[in-house]
């Protein structure tokens, strides 16, 4: 007997007929980007050949999908069962997360039908960080779409299947925390032969261990915000006991966080960097705020026993990641020569499909498949 | 089950970050790669150039890339002209100007102007490389001319962001748009032909060679004083002989005013020494084509220093100027290391040769088997 269930109800409503406008946008945009080329949709250039398709849709776009991973290592790892219940909901996110991240490289990729070339032996580069994280992401898609087929199994009534599955999922759980981990630090190891193109507000040895642990902070935060949502959304109670220990989690690791950061940037004497102008130095600010202000909203167990609390920590910290990445991926970035890069409309709408793209699938998911916590008293 | 969870954790989490946080980047950083002993590389000698671009006609002849004409210069150009700004795609090499207030004098910074070469430097330990996951930017290992594979390339474009020189470039304006860069004409060199560019430069501004010997002939001109006559090489150092595949200098045969080196301060010695070289040249040369006749000119106001000797980790086109080289796009506050050493030392150091995330992995099992089944009924379903 299963704990969780399909919440059902109308799938069709008006904000989900929307969100498939928008898909649909993002789709002929695509078809556009195909036949003309990057360059008939996307504003990159050469001195910015990494646009927002790949700084948003991949890089932020898999750190928003580290739910399921950073709860796996809370429930299983570090054996908290009474996360459990958020379990689902949370690889549901990452799910979607990564497998849309990981089609978005497809649209992103000049030359994208070779792209198989990654898995071809003759091909391998071992030493390339990118290398290591295209096979790292590629093998995570195959462990969540497993992870979390026990909630097909249910639905479809394939007990037998989902005892094979129960029988080998300590690997794959396993699996599924030590490959986020490899790539998402290696997502930032990517930015290390940078350089002294990438400025030394962001340019560290350091920087893979900060994109695993903000990476972390975001996945906490995803499971929390989305709790929030859909207790709003779908009028259901919200747990608060669990979400405010969970938000207590988040707000460690945002400490440890900004401890290694700003220990990082004194020891290296980069700070006084930020007071050079320009974009540069106001982005870090914000950057760096956003991470704070989660921390503060956060700072008191009483806080977090608040939904406002609990949401607003929640969206400072995805918001402090996701800014993070940009800054490191593309404001702290500068290759000499005067170049610039601002997003294109239709670039922005591609990446805005996307994300609806993965509200859309969420809701199906939710509706359709036994998804959240059976609720005690329905 | 025995194994400690608390102490594999705190294992699992300070290891790394010691690795990296307590061991600094010195000892993260893997083994420089050094240029390889046998390497063909380029000198340009920017006091030399005198902006003919006939390098830049001759490279789209070579590569088979057809004229460019950028955007807003249709008023003028009746697409009879090559017209490119900067590299791209379709331009592999390129003439820039450097200009200050009146221009009035060439090589010098204030109130001059000077002229700089664009293209790939061929770097001893190339980011390029590095970078791309497919292997399609590779560095020939007795050669070290960096090519590209486009068959192979997926059009990542990490090698355009990686670069420190800013040197590959796509083309964003084609659906199967390719990495464009300089590959030293490896497909003339191959031919036993010199690259292009060295071989159309009327004043010997881009000179081929071997790298060892156009380092010895720079380090000449940098120990010559301003306006001593000097015979410029032109074309390719080692007369007409080339390094193509299979085709490269033993030890012995390398030119021998080499070993002239740059203690020679006078110019009749250098001269009597490059005589002799070209001497014993013709005589090795055998049926190959004469080498071209040197360009008699006087050496100039150099900055003393040699662009690409050291700077990360060595490049095999390197540099000469009268102007300081931060004022012709080359990046003059970098290390002594290319950066893939550093990235690739993390990446090796955080993976121990995948031993580490194996071990890591077995930890996490042992963990996730022993924590799925102390749960129960509510874990039942996992
Ligand atoms: S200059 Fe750039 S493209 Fe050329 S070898 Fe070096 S890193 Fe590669
Ligand atoms: S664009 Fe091509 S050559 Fe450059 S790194 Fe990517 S796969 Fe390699
Ligand atoms: S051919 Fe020689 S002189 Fe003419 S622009 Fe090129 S490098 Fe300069």
Redesign the interface.
């Known amino acids: 007997m299963?704990?969780?269930e399909p919440i059902g109800g109308r799938l069709f409503t008006k904000p989900f007929a929307l969100l498939l406008v928008l898909v649909a946008v993002a789709l002929v945009l695509m078809a556009q980007r195909?036949?003309?080329?990057?360059?008939?949709v996307?504003n990159?250039?050469?001195?910015y050949?990494?646009g927002i398709w790949v700084t948003v849709d991949v890089v932020v776009g898999t750190a928003f999908g580290c739910g399921g991973f950073a709860m796996a290592l809370l429930?299983?790892?570090?054996?908290k069962?009474e996360y459990?219940p958020l379990?689902r909901p949370a690889l549901l996110a990452g799910l979607f997360g990564y497998t849309l991240g990981g089609m978005a490289v497809i649209v992103?990729?000049?030359?994208?039908w070779?792209?198989y070339?990654?898995f071809l032996p003759w091909?391998?580069?071992p030493?390339?960080?990118?290398?290591?994280v295209?096979l790292c992401v590629a093998a995570y898609i195959v462990v969540l779409w497993i992870e979390f087929s026990?909630a097909f199994f249910?639905k479809f009534q394939a007990e037998g299947l989902?005892k094979t599955v129960?029988g080998f999922?300590?690997?794959v759980?396993?699996?599924g925390?030590?490959l986020p981990?490899?790539h998402q630090?290696?997502l930032g190891?990517?930015l290390?032969?940078?350089?002294?193109?990438l400025s030394p507000l962001w340019q560290t040895?350091?920087l893979?261990?900060l994109f695993l642990i903000s990476a972390l902070g975001m996945g906490y935060a995803i499971v929390v915000f989305e709790a929030v949502l859909a207790s709003l959304a779908f009028k259901r109670p919200l747990e608060t006991d669990i979400l405010a220990r969970l938000s207590g989690v988040m707000y460690g690791v945002i400490l440890a966080y900004l401890a290694?950061r700003f220990g990082?940037l004194i020891l290296r004497g980069a700070l006084g960097v930020m007071f050079q102008g320009g974009a540069k130095g106001i982005m870090f600010a914000i950057e760096n705020l956003l991470f704070v202000a989660a921390a503060l909203v956060l700072a008191s167990p009483t806080a977090r026993r608040t939904p406002r609390n609990l949401f607003l920590g929640a969206l400072a910290m995805l918001l402090a990641g996701t800014v993070y990445r940009i800054d490191g991926y593309l404001v702290g970035?500068e290759?000499?020569?005067g170049w610039t890069y601002f997003p294109s409309v239709p670039e922005l709408l591609v990446t805005l499909g996307i994300f609806a793209l993965e509200v859309v699938l969420y809701l199906i998911f939710v509706k359709k498949l036994p998804v959240l916590h059976r609720l005690h008293k329905a | 089950m025995s194994i400690n969870r608390r102490d594999f954790l705190r294992a699992a989490v300070s290891a790394p970050a010691l690795a990296l946080a307590g061991a600094g980047e010195a000892e993260a950083m893997r083994a420089p790669k050094p240029v390889p002993p046998d390497a063909v590389g380029m000198l340009y000698d920017s006091t030399l150039c005198i902006g003919c671009k006939a390098c830049v006609a001759a490279c789209r002849e070579a590569n088979d890339l057809s004229p460019v004409m950028e955007p807003g210069q249709e008023g003028w150009n009746e697409k009879t002209w090559d017209s490119p700004l900067d590299l791209s795609a379709k331009t592999f090499n390129i003439i820039k100007t450097y200009q200050h207030g009146t221009m009035a004098a060439k090589d010098r910074e204030q109130n001059g102007f000077a002229f700089m070469k664009r293209h790939c430097l061929h770097c001893a330990d190339p980011s390029c490389v590095s970078a791309c996951p497919v292997s399609a930017m590779r560095k020939d290992p007795k050669t070290g001319i960096v090519s590209y594979d486009a068959n192979a390339c997926i059009g990542c474009r990490y090698c355009v962001y990686s670069c420190p020189f800013g040197i590959p470039r796509f083309d964003y304006s084609s659906p199967t748009g390719k990495i464009g860069k300089c590959e030293f004409c490896r497909h003339l060199q191959a031919d036993g032909k010199t690259p292009a560019c060295c071989h159309v430069c009327p004043t010997g501004a881009s000179l081929f060679g071997l790298v060892v010997d156009l380092k010895a002939e720079a380090q000449r001109r940098l120990a010559l004083k301003a306006g001593d006559a000097y015979d410029f090489p032109r074309g390719n150092l080692s007369g007409g002989r080339s390094f193509g595949k299979g085709k490269g200098l033993g030890d012995g045969q390398r030119q021998d005013h080499r070993e002239g080196g740059p203690d020679a301060g006078d110019a009749p010695k250098q001269r009597r020494l490059r005589e002799r070289a070209h001497l014993d040249e013709s005589a090795l040369d055998g049926g190959h084509k004469p080498h071209q006749s040197p360009h008699p000119g006087r050496i100039a106001p150099y900055q003393p220093h040699l662009y690409g000797d050291k700077e990360l980790g060595g490049t095999q086109v390197m540099y000469l100027s009268g102007v300081p080289f931060e004022k012709l796009e080359l990046p003059t506050k970098v290390p002594e290391q290319g950066y893939a050493a550093l990235s690739e030392g993390i990446q090796h150091t955080l993976y121990k040769g995948m031993i580490a995330p194996i071990l890591f992995l077995g930890g996490l099992a042992a963990l996730a088997f022993r924590n799925t089944r102390k749960h129960g009924d509510e874990e039942g379903e996992r």
């Open positions: 299963s704990t969780h195909f036949m003309g080329g990057l360059g008939a996307a990159i250039n050469d001195g050949p990494w429930v299983y790892i570090l054996n069962g459990h379990m992103d990729l000049g030359r994208w070779q792209v070339n990654i091909h391998a580069q030493n390339s960080v990118m290398f290591e295209a026990p249910e989902k129960k999922m300590f690997l759980i396993a699996l925390v030590l981990t490899m630090s290696s190891t990517m290390v032969i940078l350089g002294h193109q040895p350091l893979p261990l290694l990082d970035y290759t000499g020569g």
